[in-house]
């Protein structure tokens, strides 16, 4: 460090301690830093804390999860679809329009949707849990073809 760089550091200092020290106004100058830092104490706090409920609550999940798929041998056909339409449900804007059955872990899909949610409707019937095989049946539809 050279002598420029430390007289500035040493008036940065200086200046600091002046303003924190001032004899008419650095009693609140001093209590506003210390809430500063105790706001900030708190936020760090809670910062960590939901962290650490979220990683609980993932691990948690994946524990039933886990659990579930390995007691589960075979999905009622009933349930699985009611799966799939809650999975399908979250993932595609049309899902009500869609007609799913489903016999032995075998899922079909049909129905008309648009172009773009054809694949990510597989995958994500495919995602669910009890489904063997998804059978696609679904026609992709051009904006100008709904609500005809």
């Known amino acids: 460090m050279n002598k420029s760089e430390t007289l500035l550091i040493g008036m940065a200092l200086g200046a600091g301690i002046t ?3 001032d004899p008419d106004r650095g009693t609140r ?3 506003l830093v210390r809430d500063q830092i105790v706001h900030t104490g708190h936020e760090l706090e809670e910062a960590v804390r939901s962290n ?3 990683a609980r609550n993932k691990a948690r999940g994946l524990a039933h999860e886990t659990r579930a798929a390995l007691r589960e041998t075979e ?8 799966r799939v339409r809650s999975r399908i449900g979250r ?3 049309e899902a ?3 007609a799913v059955s489903a016999d032995q872990g075998q899922v079909t899909l049909s129905g008309a949707v648009p172009p773009d949610d054809v694949q990510k409707l597989v995958r994500s019937t495919k995602s669910v849990r009890g489904v063997e095989a998804v059978e696609n049946q679904l026609e992709a539809k051009r904006p ?3 609500r005809e």
């Open 96 to 98: 009500r329009d869609l």
């Open 75 to 82: 999905v009622d056909d009933r349930v699985l679809e009611e």
């Open 91 to 93: 993932d595609a804007s």
């Open 29 to 31: 100058r001093r209590a």
């Open 144 to 146: 100008s073809q709904e």
């Open 52 to 54: 650490a409920r979220h």
């Open 19 to 21: 303003y924190l020290l």
